[in-house]
């Protein structure tokens, strides 16, 4: 497999990686993900998978990130553990579904995070810690202790 054949293949999967993000992924095959995604690493393009997960889940957080920061005081703490709820959920179904051959061999062999933990990461750096969110949550969250 080559590099031009590794990024059509990738194309399909970060395809399918939004659509299980924005609840469409009903008319999708997991078993051609799982298959797409297993020969993306046995012809050593695991780099090309990861990394295309990474940057797809990122950008997905980006457009959460600018919705929840948005919201009130009064509806944040709902809004974030909403998104939270969803976010585990959908990383469960990217990790089952697409990655889970590459997190048993090229994640341990090149020493990365497994998929589930690089997706909580990411949900840490892009919504916990967005500039809008992180002070604000953290009085809500205290205050709420206080009480």
């Given at each position: 497999?080559?590099?031009?054949?590794a990024?059509?293949i990738?194309?399909g999967?970060?395809?399918?990686?939004?659509e299980?993000h924005?609840?469409?992924?009903?008319?999708?095959?997991?078993?051609?993900?799982?298959?797409n995604?297993?020969?993306l690493v046995l012809?050593?393009?695991?780099?090309v998978?990861?990394d295309?997960?990474?940057e797809?889940?990122?950008?997905?957080?980006e457009?959460?990130?600018?919705?929840v920061?948005?919201?009130?005081?009064?509806?944040?703490?709902?809004?974030?553990?909403?998104?939270?709820?969803?976010?585990?959920l959908?990383?469960?179904?990217?990790?089952?579904?697409?990655?889970?051959y590459?997190?048993?061999?090229?994640?341990?062999?090149q020493?990365?995070?497994?998929?589930?933990?690089?997706?909580l990461?990411?949900?840490r750096?892009?919504?916990?810690e967005?500039?809008?969110?992180?002070?604000?949550?953290?009085?809500i969250?205290?205050?709420?202790?206080?009480?």
């Amino acid at each position: 497999m080559d590099g031009p054949a590794a990024t059509l293949i990738w194309s399909g999967l970060r395809t399918a990686i939004a659509e299980i993000h924005n609840q469409d992924a009903s008319l999708l095959s997991f078993e051609e993900l799982y298959r797409n995604a297993y020969n993306l690493v046995l012809h050593k393009h695991g780099g090309v998978l990861y990394d295309g997960v990474q940057e797809a889940v990122g950008q997905h957080l980006e457009g959460v990130a600018s919705r929840v920061s948005g919201v009130s005081e009064g509806e944040l703490l709902g809004a974030v553990s909403g998104v939270w709820s969803d976010h585990q959920l959908k990383m469960v179904m990217v990790r089952d579904s697409i990655c889970m051959y590459m997190d048993r061999t090229y994640v341990v062999q090149q020493k990365k995070k497994p998929v589930y933990e690089l997706g909580l990461q990411i949900f840490r750096e892009r919504i916990w810690e967005h500039k809008n969110v992180k002070d604000r949550l953290t009085s809500i969250l205290l205050a709420n202790i206080c009480r």
